[in-house]
């Protein structure tokens, strides 16, 4: 028996589902990865995740290779690539990992069907969460639909008898399993450049982001002494708290069941919490799972007859808040750093999302949008449910008058303004005591530091404290209409 292994964000190959479940009931396994036109082509030419997805795959490959096998690589459509592929290598299965995005589906299904007319069965198995689809019920035998709960179930189903299975790594090398095979002189293709796919370099390189395996266990290895230390630091963006491994986990360059299993297994209160956030991220693929509405629409229907602000003047700022000239420093630092690196920290996004949605009123689809354009960790899961947990449309047991101050999330999580001076530099020389509002200096303190409002910097899009009545109200509306 021969069987293909279709890799997708899942670029490792060790403690990998579904080369663990080819390699178990095939004698010989291919490995593929398509360059999906699809995803690619909108796509603007120069786009920190290609960089990354492209550098990963030739790790990958590189890795197979060394193993006596390889990876084939093709530029093009996966429902014709994978069948025509297949065909040719006589496999009698394809595996993969399942995803849980519905453009990923509707792919999957139309590889599926294509595989199926030539006889080829298609099998695609968890690997990219601890749980999915019914594993985490509620005791009516529902799927969830508010965090806490989750989390809880979640963790009791690890705890239970027999519940560390769900950690185990998949092995990929064994007496028991086949052999990677190396691909057909014919059907092998050296790995596209960049600029083949259509792609110019960005400044991933800069960045110190190393794609791949190695860059995986470079952050891995460079968090691990960070990890008790997790929940105190982790909400200061100025300061080294978190993993940066959301890239990683994105693309699958390590494993969800090593990371969870370690954090499981440490159980220090940083590890505690650190596991917390690795839960959110099975719940999100739980919510797109089971509500893949919420793409595009409110995960709380009520809330899709919310009048969000469309007049002229939101266009201009939207503008204002994607280039980070809101006039609220923490909030330009946020979208500044998203703009420059890639990344936002978790705690910025949820200030920023919040300021978009609940300070300017406008829609959170198009904040969603504009994260996806931007983020190199990008998820729809988790940016979908991150963006309407802020917006207060989605899955918070949160009221929606909770609402973030700007200057108040300031003063509390960046209080020196390391971060703010950071990628605000124009705010460099205002004392702290101004720099969380410094439409606040008198013009003597602005002529002392060399800071002229409305000049160096923008004065403030919009006043919080009315920008909050009139959300208020927004959100009124809807309720009473309910
Ligand atoms: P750590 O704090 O070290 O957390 C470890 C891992 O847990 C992360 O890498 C991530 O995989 C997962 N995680 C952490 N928080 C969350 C969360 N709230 N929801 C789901 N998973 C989580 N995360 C993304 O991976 N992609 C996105 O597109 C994305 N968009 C977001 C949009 C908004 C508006 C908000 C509020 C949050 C978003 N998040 C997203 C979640 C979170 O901000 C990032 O995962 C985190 O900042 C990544 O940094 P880290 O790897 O250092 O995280």
């Not at 403690?15 to 663990?20: N, V």
């Not at 963790?155 to 027999?162: D, E, I, Q, T, V």
């Amino acid at each position: 028996e021969i069987a293909l292994v279709w890799f997708r964000r899942d670029l490792r190959d060790y403690d990998h589902a579904a080369l663990y479940h080819a390699l178990k009931s095939a004698r010989r396994v291919f490995c593929v990865f398509v360059f999906d036109r699809d995803i690619l082509d909108p796509l603007p030419r120069q786009d920190r995740r290609v960089e990354f997805l492209h550098g990963s795959i030739g790790e990958l490959a590189g890795a197979l290779r060394a193993r006596g096998g390889g990876l084939i690589v093709r530029h093009g459509r996966p429902h014709e690539e994978i069948p025509r592929l297949a065909v040719a290598l006589g496999a009698g299965t394809v595996f993969a990992n399942r995803d849980y995005e519905p453009a990923a589906i509707t792919r999957d299904e139309l590889v599926a069907q294509a595989l199926a007319e030539s006889g080829v069965a298609f099998r695609a198995t968890k690997d990219q969460a601890v749980f999915d689809g019914d594993e985490v019920l509620t005791q009516g035998g529902a799927p969830f639909s508010v965090f806490t709960p989750y989390k809880n179930a979640w963790l009791k189903r690890l705890a239970a008898p027999g519940g560390d299975f769900y950690l185990r790594p998949y092995p990929t090398e064994g007496a028991a399993f086949g052999t990677l095979a190396a691909p057909p002189a014919d059907l092998d293709q050296p790995l596209p450049s960049l600029a083949d796919l259509g792609f110019a370099p960005t400044n991933l390189a800069d960045l110190k982001v190393l794609p791949g395996m190695a860059g995986a266990r470079a952050r891995l290895a460079d968090f691990l002494p960070r990890l008790a230390r997790y929940k105190a630091l982790r909400d200061f963006p100025g300061v080294k708290g978190v993993s940066y491994l959301s890239v990683h986990l994105r693309f699958g360059t390590l494993s969800i069941r090593e990371l969870a299993g370690l954090a499981w297994r440490d159980g220090s209160e940083g590890a505690q919490a650190w596991l917390n956030e690795l839960i959110w991220r099975d719940f999100y693929f739980m919510i797109l799972a089971r509500h893949p509405r919420v793409v595009g629409a409110c995960f709380r229907p009520e809330y899709d007859a919310l009048a969000w602000d469309e007049g002229p003047d939101a266009d201009e700022r939207f503008a204002a808040w994607c280039a980070g000239r809101t006039g609220y420093p923490l909030v330009d630092a946020a979208q500044r750093q998203l703009n420059q690196t890639g990344y936002m920290h978790n705690r910025l996004r949820m200030v920023s999302a919040s300021f978009l949605t609940k300070d300017l009123g406008i829609d959170w689809r198009r904040g969603e949008a504009y994260f996806a354009e931007q983020l190199i960790d990008f998820d729809l899961a988790a940016n979908n449910g991150g963006w309407q947990w802020a917006a207060s449309t989605g899955c918070d047991a949160q009221p929606y008058f909770r609402i973030f101050n700007p200057v108040t999330q300031s003063e509390k999580f960046d209080p020196e303004g390391h971060f703010i001076r950071r990628y605000v530099p124009e705010l460099a020389t205002v004392p702290a005591k101004y720099l969380h509002a410094p439409w606040t200096m008198g013009p003597l303190v602005q002529e002392a530091c060399e800071v002229k409002i409305g000049r160096d910097y923008p004065a403030p899009v919009v006043d919080h404290a009315s920008a909050r009545e009139t959300t208020l109200a927004r959100f009124a509306a809807v309720k009473g209409a309910a």
